[in-house]
Each structure stands twice: as C-alpha cells, then as structure tokens.
C-alpha cells in the first residue's frame, strides 16, 4: 500500500513537472512571439518612415532640379526696369519684382536722371539687381514747339540705351520690360515666361504685353486664364526678343516711341498677346509722370490687376498662334448674334426676346466706334488707324451679362 501510494505521488510529482514545465515554455513562446511582434511593429514604423524621408527628399531634389531646368530655360531672359528720379516708386516695384513667384530672372534697372535716391535704391536692393546708367544726359536741341515734349525725347532716348545694352551688349535673347510705377499681379512673371516661346514659334507675334487698356471692372470677363491677341501695341510691362531690336534699333525714334511702335510700318501686321485681366497696374505715385497724369483718375486708376495666381505654364498656349487663332476668332465673332446699341442697353430684342451672351455690334467709320465706345466707357482712341485692344478692327467687352463685340462692316474678310 505504501508503495502505491509512492507512485501514485511520483506520478503526480512528474505530471506536475510536466504541466508547469509546459506552462513556462508557452510563456516563453509567447513571450517571444510577443518580442518578435513587437520588434517586427517598431521595424516597420522605423522602414515607413526612412520611406516618407526618402520620398520627401527625392520630392525636394526633383523640385530643385526642376527649379535649375526651369532657371536654365530663361537664363537667356532679363527684366529690365526703365526709372528716372521716383525712387519711392522704384523700391516698391523692385519688393513687388523680388516678391514674384517663379524662376530667379536677373534684374536689369536702367537709370537715366542721375538721380542719387534712385541710385541708393538700386544699389541696395540686393544681389541679383544690377544697375546700369545711361551715360548720355545731354540736352536736346529742341524748338519752342518741341520743348514742351522733352520728356519723351528723353524716355525714347533712355528706352534705346538700355534696350541695346541688354541685348547688343549683354546678349540676352528676350527682354521683359517694366518700369518704376507698374503694380504686378502674383502671376505677372509665369504669364510672361509661359508665353515667351510664342516671340519664337509664330512670327506674327512680335510682343507679349501685360496690360489690358479695357480692363475695367465692368468690362472684362471674370476669367483670369484668357488670353487674346492684338493689333494695338499696349506696351506697359512688355516682351520682346533681340531679333526685334535688330530690326528696330536702327530707325529708333527720336520721340513718342510708343506710338511710333503702332504705326503700320513697323508693326507690318504682326500683334501682341493681352490678356482679358490685366497682369500690371499704374500705382498712386504714376500719377506723377510725364503724361499718365493726364487720365490717370479717369481712367488708369481703374484697371483692375489680377490676383489671382494662374499656372499658365501648365496649359497649351499655341491656341494664340495664328493659324489656330484666327479661325476660332472668325467663328466666334460671326456667331455672335447682330443687335442694335438701344437692344444691347436694353438686354432685350426689339420682339421682347432676352440676348444671347455673344452679340454683335457693328460700327461703319471711326465716329461711330467713338460714339459706341463711349457709351460703354470702352476707350475710344486710335493710334495709327488702329483702336486700343482690338483685333482686326474687333473690340471685345462685357456688358452686363452679354460679351459685346464691336465689329466693324468689313468683318467678313478676316
């Protein structure tokens, strides 16, 4: 009986050995598992976040290497900023020039008036502003009659100087033009840019301006993407190439070279891009100068500047070339539908029937186009034969909930 009982307690002494010894070892696997888990967990947050580091670092390289491709697709474009003595204005438009998103253009400033502030303000405005001086500052032999206009026939002397030290004597292939007065929209620089390869591709386009002379409020299209071509030059933060300053330098004028610009001899036929919002302004201090204080509260002052920024670098732009251009112009100008000044002011047809959004407008002689001009507060001034934004004789605006086309009789031949 003894005995039994001694193996009947070996017994449960071994089968005991053998669950507690069961038990530590699930424990321990268990135990393990868990560290493995555990260290298989932290091992994956550790690769996810080596990954997002790699990713974030690649991202940066590719936007630093898109940042060098974009910076070495213009490195052969300068901005080149005409000042004289308003050097309050001048360091607002350089902030506004430096301020712009986009590729680091070099800044050309060209000072004609010996100006010492305006001087200081170049000097000091940092490293990738340079500043030139137009070295002739002698005067003019002028009559009493043109006397009164010695301004211009400095500005078109400045203008010469510094359009051939940029291209004939730096060799830059483009030039973006602005001077000391001009506000700039956000996307001022990537308009420009964006449309820079058009001066190249399409020789009827001989400049690329930012400026919309009918950019009122209550006349352009909220759209801040159009864009239209021009037979008007509107200069006021321009483009143009080296190959046009060839052509032009040798029979600069001696004045008004703006105007000189529109006459029909130098344009031969060529336009320039606009656009529907306007990418520059005239600020307060333009006031002051040698003829925008003449309209500047009737007129300049409202201009509306787009701020809004548009990536026109990423859209197709070749749509503005000439053999595209055209016939889209023709189809859309000819399916506009007629309608008489009284209709239009009205929104309603004669019959009591509601416009359509494109109407028609025709003007038979430039008296006429004055008088609908005005009516609307489009302007109404010709230079050269041709008026301000329009394109083969079309002026385009909005009228209340109508786009207004102002066509003249001979439309058809376009």
């Not at 053998?18 to 690769?47: C, E, G, H, P, W």
């Not at 050309?108 to 070295?135: F, K, Q, Y």
């Not at 503005?320 to 023709?330: M, Q, V």
Request: glycine share 4%; charged share 25%.
């Amino acid at each position: 009986m003894r005995r039994i009982r001694s193996f009947i307690s070996y017994i449960i002494i071994i089968v005991g050995t053998l669950v507690i010894s069961k038990f530590v070892v699930n424990i321990a696997i268990y135990s393990t598992r868990y560290k493995l888990d555990d260290d298989l967990q932290y091992r994956r947050q550790f690769l996810n976040l080596r990954i997002r580091s790699v990713a974030r670092h690649l991202a940066n390289d590719l936007q630093r290497v898109r940042s060098a491709l974009n910076e070495r697709d213009h490195l052969d474009t300068v901005i080149l900023v005409i000042a004289c003595n308003r050097f309050e204005a001048l360091k607002e438009h350089l902030e506004s020039l430096k301020n712009l998103q986009g590729p680091k253009i070099p800044i050309i400033v060209s000072l004609d008036c010996n100006d010492d502030a305006v001087r200081d303000v170049i000097l000091n405005s940092g490293p990738n502003i340079t500043l030139i001086e137009n070295p002739n500052q002698s005067l003019f032999n002028l009559t009493k009659q043109e006397k009164k206009y010695e301004g211009y026939y400095r500005i078109a002397r400045h203008y010469h100087f510094a359009l051939n030290y940029v291209f004939s004597i730096l060799g830059y292939q483009s030039a973006i033009i602005t001077e000391d007065d001009l506000l700039l929209a956000p996307d001022f620089l990537e308009y420009m840019l964006a449309n820079k390869n058009l001066l190249f591709e399409d020789p009827t386009i001989w400049c690329i301006s930012a400026w919309n002379d009918n950019g009122k409020k209550e006349l352009i299209v909220k759209n801040n993407s159009l864009l239209h071509r021009t037979d008007f030059f509107p200069g006021l933060g321009w483009m143009l190439t080296s190959q046009l300053w060839e052509e032009l330098k040798v029979k600069w004028p001696k004045t008004f070279w703006d105007d000189w610009m529109r006459d029909p001899t130098q344009r031969q036929g060529r336009a320039c891009i606009r656009p529907e919002i306007s990418r520059t302004g005239i600020s307060l201090r333009g006031k002051k100068g040698v003829s925008k204080g003449l309209y500047y509260e009737k007129h300049l002052k409202h201009i509306v500047v787009n701020t809004d920024f548009y990536h026109f670098s990423q859209s197709d732009l070749s749509y503005l070339k000439k053999d595209y251009y055209d016939p889209a112009f023709r189809k859309i100008v000819l399916g506009a539908v007629p309608a008489t000044l009284d209709e239009i002011l009205r929104g309603r047809f004669s019959n009591g029937t509601i416009l359509p959004e494109n109407v028609r407008l025709f003007y038979v002689a430039s008296v006429d186009f004055k008088a609908f001009a005005k009516r609307f507060g489009v302007m109404d001034d010709f230079r050269s034969g041709i008026c301000r934004t329009c394109y083969h004789g079309v002026v385009s605006f909005r009228y209340g909930q109508h786009r207004v086309f102002l066509t003249p009789k001979e439309i058809q031949n376009i």
